[in-house]
């Protein structure tokens, strides 16, 4: 007996000591995780107001836990590092790697992330047939309890009736509707989670859309969903002002500039809708719409889809919903927000992206998943933004908006997502995985006030301005606050982290400038080139017009990639795989670093990247040949982007859009990562690790090799 209990008790002993040997496994397997997300929120920046006290609750999750600056991927854009947060791999594998790729058959842009389809509606091409047969089918059966007389009756109405339906059907049912694919590679965190039995709900993660669904839990998507208008969001400017120009414009966003044929009284005008993808004709659907200025022109009445209300200047609607009309059958749901800028003595009307409705969405059209749940949230919360990018950068961007604008659309936003943050972080889900835009957007926009150096400084508004990104970070830590007071009432562990940094983006480059100038970019003489601007990723025709693919060896394209004009890859392609290639890719390297602004004696290119130091893995079709990465203060033009050839080589970037991360250096612009637990390891968190921690906390197992590493 004695023996038995000396021995139970080393067992206990030895069993006790193990588990404190590795307290960390044992406890992790059952444990809920928080997994918040920030877009653009930079290390150097979040450590400095940390450090005066300005954020609180970031300081004391550094104290308690951990804080480190977080590694991005190559090349340190939204969609290409949340894509490898999501799946754990690199871009090389995900197929993310820019917001372009290029189809190398017709040096033509692409979008990276989705590929556009055509999907049957309904039955397709046999819908009229299907239909005619179907009313034969239910009124001829109707027949037969008839007598005779009757029942020849009613076959002969039968036989009239589905005629009718083959006309009708092949008049208001469409045979296909438009489709998106995600060509996003790689297995979400939470769906390996998921498919583990733990349960999840994942909000706004970008390039998430189409959603995709998983066994438990729910998601939201993030960045890629479209407004109305298929663009990453189009606002409306309604104006009176005669041959309105935009102020300071730079025409590389799109804003559907609207005029009013009067400044007072009724005023008849109607709103673009979506393009008719389902018959072709006409090819955008239009609503009417009315505004009648008051009598004493100190408000204006808007009357559209059957809702009236009435605006003074500076005011913004309430949810507004819009119907478009494809014809009596079908129609495309959609909300938006006005705000009236002046009534006197022009009349300014802003309306914000249409959003598509969530309780009333299109067939096919998916932005959670289950379906049902985007609906769902509106009943409990309320109408939200479905829109991915939801907060207006354009209209402030091209000089329609004001600051205080922007600063109100961004605040409600956010309120508004913060309300289902608050919800869910009190469910009952193992994982909670939530990613705020607002840090990314109020620093493209704002930068510009922070940096006396930026050619768009402007010493007026920074008084009431300068402090904006401060402001949005102490938003940031607040809601960071909600989180950790969460995190600790469930014993849950807590990431706070970001995709990528931010830079002031005070000069662009255009590569394909330097490329013509130094005879890699050969130029047909004589060829007029229009300015570009993004609405041409949607109307191509002749992309690169001027460009004489016979002699050309290079070109660039996306946010800082360079491709080479190889043979048996582009269809005109010149370069010989093997030593010419390699031989060529040297050669650029060396050259590119040493590019020198001339006004300055500064290098604009920190580092010239080949991808097989970048990736691992990657398809050699796609993935380009070279990344460019830039030294602060310089950014790839978006003429570059788009495939422009400016005079310049270098330009001053006079924009509101003024800060930004896209082509800069990862070593310059680097995320946050927190946690709330100390690390034994001394990495520095790559963006790609956050997948196997988690997991990791789960008890979970990865579903392939991963790119990342477990922070423990
Ligand atoms: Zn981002």
């Known amino acids: 007996m004695f023996k038995y209990d000396a021995a139970l008790m080393r067992w206990t002993r030895f069993l006790f000591a193990v588990a404190l040997l590795f307290p960390l496994p044992l406890a992790a397997a059952q444990q809920k995780v928080i997994v918040l997300g920030f877009d653009g929120v930079d290390a150097r920046y979040t450590e400095k107001w940390m450090n005066e006290g300005k954020l609180p609750n970031l300081a004391r999750l550094r104290q308690m836990g951990t804080f480190r600056p977080l590694r991005p991927t190559i090349p340190a854009q939204t969609p290409v590092s949340w894509s490898t947060f999501s799946t754990g791999i690199d871009p090389g594998r995900t197929g993310i790697f820019d917001f372009l790729r290029r189809d190398p058959k017709t040096y033509l842009p692409l979008f990276a992330a989705f590929d556009e389809t055509k999907e049957p509606f ?10 005619a047969v179907a009313v034969l089918i239910v009124l001829s059966l109707l027949a037969l309890i008839f007598r005779r007389a009757a029942r ?30 995600n060509r996003r590679q790689g297995i979400p965190f939470w769906e390996a989670a998921a498919n583990a039995g733990k349960k999840s709900t994942v909000v706004h993660v970008p390039v998430t859309f189409p959603a995709h669904d998983f066994p438990a839990g729910e998601l939201l998507s993030g960045l890629g969903v479209p407004d109305l208008s298929g663009r990453i969001g189009k606002p409306f400017y309604f104006t009176s002002e005669l041959d309105f120009h935009r102020a300071g414009s730079s025409n590389e966003f799109s804003i559907d500039v609207v005029q009013l ?30 505004l009648t200025v008051a009598d004493d022109r100190n408000s204006v009445e808007i009357s559209v889809s059957g809702q009236k209300f009435s605006l003074r200047p500076g005011q913004w609607s309430g949810w507004t919903e819009f119907v478009f009309p494809f014809n009596p059958l079908i129609k495309v749901h959609g909300i938006s927000r006005f705000h009236l800028i002046s009534s006197q003595p022009e009349l300014k ?30 009943q409990v919360h309320g ?27 961004m605040n409600w936003t956010v309120t508004q997502d913060r309300k289902m943050f608050d919800s869910f972080l009190n469910n009952d889900s193992d994982l909670l995985v939530q990613q705020f835009e607002f840090p990314d957007r109020v620093g493209h926009v704002f930068w ?35 989180a950790m007071q969460a995190a600790e009432k469930h014993h849950a562990a807590l990431i706070v982290l970001s995709d990528h940094g931010f830079a002031s983006f005070r000069k662009s480059v255009n590569y394909n400038t330097w490329l013509v100038t130094n005879g890699y970019l050969s130029l047909k003489t004589g060829v007029q080139v229009r300015e570009r601007n993004v609405e041409m990723l949607f109307d191509q025709g002749q992309f690169w017009e001027n460009v004489d693919w016979s ?7 996306g946010l800082g990639e360079v491709y080479i004009n190889l043979r048996g890859r582009e269809a005109q392609g010149i370069v010989q795989p093997g030593e010419e290639y390699d031989a060529l890719k040297r050669e650029l390297k060396q050259k590119l670093v040493a590019m020198v602004d001339p006004e300055t004696g500064d290098h604009p290119v920190r580092r010239v990247l080949s991808r097989e130091e970048v990736y691992r893995q990657f398809d050699p079709n796609m993935i380009p040949d070279l990344f460019v990465t830039n030294n602060d203060g310089y950014r790839v033009s978006w003429q570059t982007s788009l495939g422009g050839i400016p005079k310049q080589l270098i330009e001053p970037n006079k924009q509101v859009w003024s800060g930004d991360h896209c082509s800069v250096d990862p070593e310059i612009v680097k995320g946050i990562f927190f946690y709330n637990r100390k690390l034994n390891t001394d990495r520095a ?8 921690t988690v997991l990791g906390l789960l008890g979970v197992k990865a579903p392939y090799e991963l790119d990342g590493v477990e922070l423990r």
Request: glycine share 6%; hydrophobic share 45%.
């Open 122 to 131: 309904l039955l397709g091409e046999k819908n009229p047939v299907l239909a």
């Open 152 to 181: 020849v009756v009613i076959l002969a109405i039968a036989v009239i009736a589905a005629v009718g339906a083959y006309v009708n059907t092949r008049r208001y049912i469409p045979i296909s509707r438009p489709g998106v694919i």
């Open 261 to 290: 044929e009067d400044n007072k009284g009724v005023i008849p005008t109607k709103i673009q809708g979506p393009p008719n993808k389902l018959f072709g004709n006409p090819p955008y659907i239009f609503i009417p719409m009315t």
């Open 349 to 378: 009307l802003y309306l914000s992206p249409i959003n598509f409705d969530p309780r009333k969405l299109p067939p096919g059209f998916k932005i959670s998943a289950p379906r049902a749940w985007a609906s769902e949230l509106a």
């Open 383 to 409: 109408l939200y933004k479905t829109l991915g990018w939801q907060i207006d950068t354009w209209a402030i961007s091209e000089g329609f908006a004001t600051e205080q604008m922007f600063w109100d659309d």
């Open 448 to 482: 510009r006030l922070m940096d006396p150096q930026h050619p768009a400084y402007n010493a007026t508004l920074v008084p009431q301005w300068g402090d904006a990104l401060q402001r949005a970070y102490q938003l940031m830590d607040s809601i960071v606050g909600d």
């Open 551 to 557: 002699k050309t060896r290079v070109y660039a394209m």
């Open 685 to 692: 968190p790559y963006i790609a690790d956050v997948y196997p």
